[in-house]
């Protein structure tokens, strides 16, 4: 066990194995990079981290009460088996190239966060980033609200429940999403996705969900929506008006009202079915 010290020196703690390190401060004037790589089974608490790339390449490493400045770039890659409780990451590219990954109740500011990640949970987290979990598979994400732009493009096999997410181009070329209970707020929504779902979820922005495959939307709200499902395969409930609906390719939508639905394509084949359940002015 390691407490109330500081390090600044290259790879301070490398390899180290079954550790435990409290209160103490990566950071000073030999700027030392590196601190805790190649190491296994580590727990790190109340500790404060101003310099580079802490945790490369680390198996069984639990982090709490942390924080990890805009100084402390790439935090975690290459690791495997982590858990992140109650810390501050606002380095860029924080978490990259990692599996197994548990984080709770943390503040992510940190562009590019998340790429090529395997496996990872999220609750109770607040991000703002760019590209944020691109390229990632296997994300499970319970209350996290997200702010920034081209969020989640490229991610498979993932489940978002009880998320705000305000983020252009969010879920661009997603591919076996569900995301439920939701706010989404953002332009281009979802374009060329696979077998994405919004479950009663509340959908804001221009443009959303063209170009898409196997999308289906049950009991959704749609606001500030036009141009809707451009060139794409749907099924689609729609509890609130919408302003207008383009040539869906095939599918049904059934929708209360709209203003304006466009039909000029002569290969979009799918059929927007009106309720007539409100008023749409």
């Known amino acids: 066990m390691i407490i109330d010290k500081t390090f600044d020196e290259e790879r301070a703690l490398y390899g180290v194995q079954n550790l435990t390190v409290k209160n103490c401060n990566f950071d000073g004037p030999a700027d030392g990079e590196s601190a805790f790589k190649e190491g296994k089974h580590i727990f790190v608490e109340n500790c404060f981290f101003n310099l580079r790339y802490p945790f490369w390449h680390d198996n069984e490493l639990k982090i709490s009460k942390s924080e990890m400045t805009a100084a402390c770039r790439a935090a975690l890659w290459y690791s495997h088996d982590i858990e992140i409780i109650d810390t501050k990451l606002h380095g860029i590219k924080a978490l990259r190239e990692c599996s ?58 993932s489940i978002f429940e009880h998320c705000v997410f305000d983020t252009k181009d969010a879920f661009w070329h997603a591919k076996n999403v569900t995301v439920r209970d939701s706010i989404v707020k953002g332009e281009y929504l979802a374009w060329y996705c696979e077998n994405v779902t919004f479950e009663r979820c509340k959908i804001i922005g221009t443009q959303p969900l063209c170009y898409c495959k196997g999308l289906k939307l049950i009991d959704c709200e749609m606001m500030d929506t036009d141009l809707c499902f451009e060139k794409s395969e749907v099924e689609a409930s729609i509890t609130t008006p919408v302003i207008s609906i383009k040539n869906p390719s095939c599918g049904h939508i059934y929708v209360p009202c709209v203003k304006e639905i466009i039909c000029d394509d002569k290969d979009a084949c799918g059929e927007v079915i009106v309720t007539g359940k409100c008023y749409c002015a």
């Not at 500011?109 to 998340?114: A, K, T, W």
């Not at 691109?134 to 994400?141: A, I, Q, V």
Request: proline residues 2%.
């Open 100 to 157: 197994k990954v548990k984080m709770s109740d943390c503040d992510i500011i940190s562009p590019e966060f998340g790429w090529s990640v395997q496996d990872i949970t999220m609750k109770n987290c607040t991000a703002e980033s760019e590209y944020f979990m691109m390229r990632s598979d296997h994300l499970n994400f319970e209350n996290v609200q997200m702010k920034g732009k081209y969020s989640f493009q490229y991610i498979t096999d």
